[in-house]
C-alpha cells in the first residue's frame, strides 16, 4: 500500500499484519523535490493481466499472470502534476514514477526511491562496476560499508523471508541505476548512470523491483520479464531463435579464433555431442567464416561471431551485421558496452531493433544485467554481467570462489540468462571440485550454454561428455529443491519427462539431502555424477529413488544428475551425422563488365546475399546474381546457397563472385584472399604479424627498411589471392621482419599451383626483390616454411600487381 503523510510517500508491503518492505518514494525533476509539498488527487485500481511465451529462460512454457496495479497521482505545489505507478504480483511488487502532463522536455535530476535496510539482517551483493563483474559475498547488513553497490541485491528479513531489489524495463528514453547503501542511515536508494537524463511526458523511470518470498518463490520468480513490455511486433515469429549448447574455443585455446581448423575440429566434436552452437571469438576473418558456417551447418550447427560494441556503433558500422547474416551466421556475441549511460541504452536500442530485423541471436558481453528484454526482444539469448570463468584466462591467480558460485542462483540469474561459461575442468587454480563444476551447467541458465573448456578436455571425461550430450537446448520449467545462498543451490529443471539437476556448494564436505517432493510423488530412476572421495576424480552411480535423493558431495563441491520416471529411458542424446550440403556451380567466378554472374544451384535451394547485392530467380536452380556499381575492383561478394537441413537448420553452401582488376597498378594487400593458413593469428595486412590477436603487428621493418603496405605472416603460412584475369606481373620484396631475430624461412609463390618463385631468407638480410611474370594466372598463392626452431615473422613487402591494359580493354569490349 502507498501511505503519504508529513514524511513523504511511502510504500509499504506487509504480509500477516507485519511490515516486510519499506521504501520511501520520490524524484526530483528540474531541481524541484517532488516527494515533498505534494498532496495526492486522485488514484485508481486496474489489473493488469498478460501472457508471457518465452522462448529461452527457467522456463520457455506460455503463461499468465495478472497483477494489481494502483495508479496514485499528486499534484505538486508548483502545480506540476506526477504519478506514482504501483504493481503488486504474487511475487512482489514495482515501483515507477510518470509525468502526465509534462510540457515539452524536462530534466530527470535525481530518484529519491530509498528501501529502509532496518528490518534485514543479512544481504548478497557486489560492490558495483559498470560491468558487473565483481565478486559476489554475503555480509551481515550490520557488517555493510557505505558504497555503490550493483543489482539485484537479496536481502533476508531475519527469518525465512526474502526481497531481491532490481529493475525492470528499460530502453534508450532512460538511465540505468545501481544501489547506494548509507550504512549509517541504514538506507539504499537508486542511483542513476547519469547525472541528469532528459524526460517527456509519460512514464519516466524504469520499474524498481522488489521480489518478495521465500527462496523458491524468489529463484524461480518471472517478475523482471513480466514487467518488461510485451514481445515487440518485430519478433512475434520468433521461431528462428534457438536456445541450445555452445562450443567455444577461445577460453582454452586463446589464439584459436583464427584457426580455420581449429573451429573444425570444436564443430566435430559439437555433433558427436549433440550441441546446436559454435561461437567464434575475437580473431576470425572474414576470408574462412563462409566455409565455417558451412560446415558447421551439415551437422545443423549455427556459428556465432564476436564482435566489440563500437565496430556496430552507428548506421554504416551497423550494416556489417547484414553482411554477416548474408554468410549464414546466426547470432553475435557483442563486448565491452561497460555503461549504463542513457546513450548507451540507445545503442542498445538500435542492435536490438537490427538484430531483429536481420534474425540474429544476441549474447551481450561487458554488459548491463537483465531487464525484461528476453521478453520484448526474445533473441537476446544471453548476457554476461557475471564474473566468469573468464578470469581465470585474465586473473589465474584469482580463482573464482564457491561462494561466489552459490550466491549467484539466487541472485544474478534470476533477472535472466547469465554467460558464466561453465566447467572449466582445466581452469589453472581452480578451488571448486569437478562435481562442482558440473553442477553449474544445470544450476546456471543461459539461453546458449557456452561451455568453457576444451571439447578435448571433456571428451576425455566420459561422465561429463555423457552429461553435456544429454542437456537439453531448453527448459520446460525450474524447480529450487534446497539451499541458501551462504551454503549451496541445489536445482531442478524439466525437459519433457525428466528432470535433471544441478548442486554447487561451497564449505565442508558433507551430504546434502535434496527433498525431490517439488517434482511430483512418485518412483525415478536416478544417475548421479559427483566427486569420488577414494579417486579424486568424478563418479557416476545409477539407483532407484523416492522421497530424498542424499548425495555426499566433496569440498566446495557438487554434483549433476539426472531423473527419469521408471521405465523411461535416462540417456537419449545421439551424435549428430553429416549431411550433403546444396550444390553450387561455379563455386568462384567473375563478374562480367556489367557486374553479372550465372549459378546453378540445386532446385530446392534459395540465395541469399550480400548488402546491394540482387539474385534473380530463372527457375529449375539458375539464378543471376548481380552486384552493386560500388563494388570496387578484385572485391568479391558471397553467395549463399540455402536449404532446410536437420535440426531445423539451413544447411548451406557458398559462391564467390569477384569483380575482375583493370586498374594498372594495385597493391596485393586490398585484395581479398579466398583463404589462409598462418602459426600465429590471422594474416595481418599492411603491417607484421605481431602474434595471435588481430592487428597487433607494427609497420614492417626488414633489416631497418620500413614498408608502408603488404602481408605479415607467421611461418608456417599460405594465402591466396585471385588476381586473374588481366594481371601482367607481380612485384614485391619479401624478407623476415625485425620482430624474430634470429629466424630463418622460406618463401614461395605459386600461380595456379606452379612454384613461380622461391627464396630462403634470413632474419637481418635485406628483403628478396622480385619481379614475376604472372600472365595467365588466376589463382596466386603466397606460402612459407619455417626453418628455424622457432617461427619466422615473414613480411611481403610492397607487394603489387601490374595489369596488362591492352588485355582489360579487349577483354572489356569482348563483353
Given at each position: 500500500?502507498?501511505?503519504?503523510?508529513?514524511?513523504?510517500?511511502?510504500?509499504?508491503?506487509?504480509?500477516?499484519?507485519?511490515?516486510?518492505?519499506?521504501?520511501?518514494?520520490?524524484?526530483?525533476?528540474?531541481n524541484?523535490?517532488?516527494?515533498v509539498d505534494s498532496v495526492p488527487v486522485r488514484s485508481s485500481v486496474s489489473t493488469v493481466t498478460e501472457k508471457l511465451y518465452p522462448v529461452s529462460g527457467k522456463t520457455t512454457t506460455a503463461s499468465s499472470h495478472e497483477m494489481d496495479e494502483l495508479t496514485a497521482t499528486f499534484v505538486h505545489q508548483t502545480g506540476l502534476e506526477w504519478q506514482v505507478l504501483l504493481r503488486v504480483a504474487d511475487d512482489g511488487v514495482a515501483v515507477r514514477y510518470a509525468i502526465p502532463d509534462l510540457q515539452g522536455v524536462g530534466s530527470f535530476d535525481i530518484d529519491t526511491t530509498t528501501l529502509d535496510l532496518s528490518a534485514f539482517d543479512r544481504g548478497w551483493l557486489l560492490d558495483y562496476q559498470t560491468w558487473y563483474e565483481t565478486p559476489r559475498f554475503g555480509r551481515d547488513c550490520s557488517e555493510l560499508d557505505d558504497g555503490d553497490y550493483g543489482l539485484p541485491i537479496l536481502l533476508r528479513d531475519g527469518g525465512d523471508t526474502y526481497v531481491l531489489v532490481t529493475e525492470s524495463d528499460i530502453d534508450g528514453s532512460f538511465s540505468g541505476a545501481h544501489a547506494v547503501i548509507d550504512a549509517s542511515a541504514q538506507t539504499l536508494r537508486f542511483q542513476q548512470a547519469d547525472t541528469a537524463v532528459e524526460i517527456v511526458r509519460g512514464n519516466v523511470t524504469p520499474w524498481r523491483v522488489f521480489i518478495v518470498g521465500d527462496l523458491a518463490t524468489i529463484v524461480e520468480s518471472q517478475l523482471v520479464d513480466e514487467l518488461a513490455p510485451p514481445t515487440h511486433p518485430m519478433m512475434r515469429d520468433a521461431s528462428w531463435v534457438r536456445p541450445g549448447r555452445a562450443a567455444?574455443?577461445?577460453?582454452?585455446?586463446?589464439?584459436?579464433?583464427?584457426?580455420?581448423?581449429?573451429?573444425?575440429?570444436?564443430?566435430?566434436?559439437?555433433?558427436?555431442?549433440?550441441?546446436?552452437?559454435?561461437?567464434?571469438?575475437?580473431?576470425?576473418?572474414?576470408?574462412?567464416?563462409?566455409?565455417?558456417?558451412?560446415?558447421?551447418?551439415?551437422?545443423g550447427i549455427q556459428v556465432h561471431l564476436w564482435t566489440i560494441w563500437h565496430d556496430i556503433n552507428g548506421s554504416e558500422k551497423l550494416q556489417k551485421l547484414a553482411l554477416w547474416r548474408s554468410w549464414g551466421v546466426a547470432g553475435i556475441k557483442v563486448d565491452f558496452m561497460e555503461s549504463e549511460s542513457k546513450d548507451r541504452y540507445r545503442w542498445y536500442d538500435s542492435v536490438l531493433q537490427e538484430t531483429a530485423r536481420l534474425g540474429l541471436m544476441v549474447n551481450f558481453h561487458g554488459s548491463v544485467i537483465p531487464r525484461g528484454w528476453a521478453r520484448t526482444w526474445p533473441q537476446v539469448i544471453g548476457y554476461e554481467a557475471i564474473r566468469g570463468s573468464e578470469?581465470?584466462?585474465?586473473?589465474?591467480?584469482?580463482?573464482?570462489?564457491?561462494?561466489?558460485?552459490?550466491?549467484?542462483?539466487?541472485?544474478?540469474?534470476?533477472?535472466?540468462a547469465m554467460d558464466y561459461t561453465p566447467i572449466a575442468l582445466t581452469a589453472p587454480g581452480r578451488t571448486t571440485s569437478d562435481g562442482h563444476e558440473l553442477g553449474m551447467s544445470v544450476a546456471f541458465e543461459c539461453g546458449i550454454t557456452h561451455f568453457a573448456d576444451s571439447v578435448d578436455a571433456y571428451q576425455a571425461r566420459p561422465l561429463v561428455a555423457r552429461l553435456l550430450s544429454e542437456l537439453p537446448a531448453s527448459w520446460d520449467e525450474t524447480k529450487m529443491l534446497t539451499g541458501t545462498p551462504d551454503t549451496e543451490a541445489v536445482l531442478a529443471r524439466r525437459s519433457g519427462d525428466r528432470w535433471f539437476i544441478g548442486a554447487v556448494a561451497s564449505g565442508p564436505a558433507r551430504i546434502i539431502d535434496v527433498p525431490l517432493k517439488r517434482l511430483g510423488l512418485g518412483t525415478w530412476q536416478s544417475w548421479i555424477v559427483t566427486d569420488d572421495a577414494e579417486s579424486g576424480s568424478l563418479a557416476a552411480?545409477?539407483?532407484?529413488?523416492?522421497?530424498?535423493?542424499?548425495?555426499?558431495?566433496?569440498?566446495?563441491?557438487?554434483?549433476?544428475a539426472i531423473l527419469a520416471p521408471e521405465g523411461a529411458a535416462l540417456f537419449r542424446s545421439t551424435p549428430i551425422s553429416a549431411e550433403a550440403a546444396p550444390a553450387v556451380e561455379p563455386k568462384l567466378a567473375l563478374l562480367?563488365?556489367?557486374?553479372?554472374?550465372?549459378?546453378?544451384?540445386?532446385?530446392?535451394?534459395?540465395?541469399?546475399?550480400?548488402?546491394?547485392?540482387?539474385?534473380?530467380?530463372?527457375?529449375?536452380?539458375?539464378?543471376?546474381?548481380?552486384?552493386?556499381?560500388?563494388?570496387?575492383?578484385?572485391?568479391?561478394?558471397?553467395?549463399?546457397?540455402?536449404?532446410?537441413?536437420?535440426?531445423?537448420?539451413a544447411v548451406v553452401n557458398h559462391a564467390r563472385l569477384i569483380k575482375p582488376v583493370i586498374a594498372t597498378v594495385t597493391p596485393l594487400s586490398t585484395l581479398p584472399m579466398l583463404a589462409f593458413m598462418n602459426e600465429s593469428g590471422p594474416v595481418e595486412r599492411n603491417q607484421s604479424n605481431g602474434g595471435g590477436n588481430p592487428n597487433d603487428g607494427q609497420r614492417m621493418n626488414i633489416a631497418g627498411v620500413e614498408y608502408e603496405t603488404g602481408f605479415g605472416v607467421s611461418t608456417p603460412s599460405s594465402f591466396d589471392v585471385h588476381i586473374g584475369p588481366h594481371a601482367d606481373r607481380l612485384v614485391g620484396h619479401v624478407g623476415i621482419d625485425a620482430e624474430t631475430p634470429h629466424t630463418s624461412a622460406r618463401a614461395l609463390i605459386l600461380g595456379d599451383g606452379r612454384l613461380l618463385f622461391s627464396t630462403e631468407l634470413v632474419h637481418g638480410s635485406a628483403a628478396d626483390a622480385y619481379d614475376i611474370d604472372v600472365q595467365g594466372v588466376t589463382i596466386l598463392t603466397l606460402r612459407t616454411e619455417q626453418r628455424s626452431p622457432v617461427a619466422a615473422h615473414v613480411d611481403w613487402a610492397a607487394i603489387h600487381l601490374t595489369t596488362n591494359q591492352s588485355n582489360a580493354i579487349t577483354s572489356r569490349a569482348d563483353r
Open positions: 500500500m502507498l501511505r503519504s503523510s508529513g514524511a513523504g510517500i511511502h510504500l509499504v508491503v506487509e504480509s500477516d499484519a507485519a511490515e516486510i518492505l519499506r521504501v520511501r518514494l520520490g524524484v526530483t525533476i528540474g524541484m523535490d517532488l516527494s567455444w574455443s577461445w577460453w582454452s585455446d586463446f589464439y584459436s579464433s583464427a584457426q580455420l581448423h581449429r573451429q573444425k575440429h570444436f564443430v566435430d566434436v559439437a555433433a558427436e555431442l549433440g550441441w546446436e552452437h559454435l561461437l567464434i571469438d575475437c580473431g576470425w576473418e572474414e576470408t574462412w567464416v563462409p566455409e565455417i558456417v558451412a560446415y558447421a551447418s551439415r551437422f578470469y581465470y584466462v585474465f586473473y589465474n591467480d584469482l580463482p573464482l570462489t564457491a561462494e561466489h558460485n552459490v550466491i549467484q542462483p539466487f541472485t544474478r540469474n534470476i533477472v535472466g552411480s545409477q539407483s532407484v529413488v523416492h522421497g530424498v535423493l542424499k548425495v555426499e558431495v566433496a569440498v566446495d563441491g557438487g554434483f549433476a562480367d563488365f556489367s557486374g553479372e554472374a550465372s549459378l546453378t544451384v540445386s532446385p530446392d535451394a534459395a540465395l541469399r546475399v550480400p548488402p546491394g547485392w540482387h539474385a534473380a530467380d530463372n527457375g529449375a536452380g539458375s539464378w543471376t546474381v548481380t552486384a552493386p556499381e560500388t563494388l570496387r575492383e578484385g572485391a568479391l561478394g558471397v553467395v549463399t546457397v540455402e536449404r532446410s537441413g536437420h535440426r531445423g537448420v
